[in-house]
């Protein structure tokens, strides 16, 4: 713990502290009492209050016809500028939130794409050439099957048969004594 360390006193707490004795009250402000303010009333209601006041106790003074006085919103004028300009930001901000999403769908639609094929690519089985002969092949096992107690009958097909395998080793270059 040798760290060294320096503090600064400014004069403006050397006074805080030497006024710290003296506290001084603040004021508190006191609310002021609501009055309720009376729409102002034109020369027509005054006439309408006047007439009923004179008709009698059955109309209790009310005019019949009393206006009702709704505030009207200026649009001349905003209130809260900065109010405006946050709303224009927010509402900038909502459409680039909106551009961006579609572009990450697009970029999505992209990517999974690209990994179907790449898939596809990389897992494909090797396209297998076909077996030479599968037809004569297949030949001689029906006809091995239909004949049973007679294979000589399947002569001529089992002679096809050779053939068609000499001819596929001939292609491959296989020779066979």
């Known amino acids: 713990m040798s760290e060294s360390f320096t503090i600064q006193i400014s004069s403006n707490l050397v006074s805080h502290l030497l006024d710290d004795g003296k506290k001084v009250k603040k004021k508190t402000r006191k609310p002021k009492p609501r009055i309720p303010r009376e729409p102002p009333q034109t020369a027509h209601t ?32 905003p209130k809260y500028p900065e109010l405006d300009s946050i709303k224009s930001v927010l509402h900038e901000s909502e459409k680039v939130v ?8 697009s970029l999505v639609q992209e990517v999974t794409q690209r990994a179907k094929e790449l898939h596809e690519k990389e897992f494909k089985l090797p ?34 048969f050779a053939d068609c395998a000499r001819r596929a080793r001939q292609q491959l270059g296989i020779n066979n004594n």
């Open 127 to 160: 396209h297998r050439k076909p077996m030479p002969c599968s037809d004569q092949k297949d030949a001689c096992l029906t006809c091995y099957k239909e004949h049973v107690k007679d294979p000589l009958k399947c002569a001529q097909v089992v002679k096809d």
């Open 98 to 105: 909106e551009r961006l999403q579609k572009q990450e769908e």
């Open 46 to 77: 005054k006439q309408l209050a006047n007439d009923s006041n004179a008709k009698g106790p059955s109309s209790a003074g009310w005019p019949l016809d009393t206006p009702l006085y709704l505030p009207v919103p200026s649009q001349q004028t």
